[in-house]
C-alpha cells in the first residue's frame, strides 16, 4: 500500500521555518549594519595647496562659545603649519594639552606627508564671541589657515556629544 505523505506539523514544522527565517534574518541585520547609523555620506572637504582637510565636525554651541575636530591631511612634500581658524563672527583659538591641562596654541605643525586629527581632550580649535548658536544639523562656516597653503573655507556639521566620528583614537 502507497504511503501518503503527511502534512508536518509540531516541532518538525517549527523547526523547518526557523530554517528559512534565520537565514534571512541574518542578511537583514548584515545589510542594516552595513548601511550604518552614523552621520549621512558627505562630500569630502575642500583642499589647497596640496593641504586637505579629510573630515571636520563640531558639536552644539553654547553663550557663543563651541568646539571643532578637523582632521587634516598634507599631501604635499613640504612641511606646512596650520597657523589658525576662524568662524564667522567669533574668534577661534587652537588648543592642545600641556601637563593635564587645556592651553593654547600658536600654531600646530604639520609634517610632509603626514595627518593631523584633532579630537575631543586633544588637540580642537576653541571658539568664543559666536554671534549664531549652532545646533544639531547646523553647520559652521570656518575659514581654516595654513603658512604655506593659504587659506581654506569649510563648512562643518555639528553633531551630538559622542556621536561622530567612530574612528579609533589616534
Known sequence: MEEKARPVSGFRAHRA???ALVPAFHCICLVAAACGRGHPARAP???IGGVEVVEGWAYPTTQGAGAAYQEIRNTERVADTLVGV??????GMLMGTAAGGMTMLDAIPLAAGAELRMWPGDRHVRFDGLKTEYAIGDSIPLTVRFTRAGAVSVR???VAY???P???RP
Not at 576662524?86 to 574668534?91: H, K, L, S, Y
Open 156 to 158: 562643518v556639521p555639528v
Open 166 to 168: 567612530s574612528p579609533e
Open 162 to 164: 559622542g556621536e561622530l
Open 86 to 91: 576662524d568662524a564667522r563672527g567669533g574668534t
Open 17 to 19: 521555518w526557523w530554517r
Open 45 to 47: 572637504l575642500p583642499a
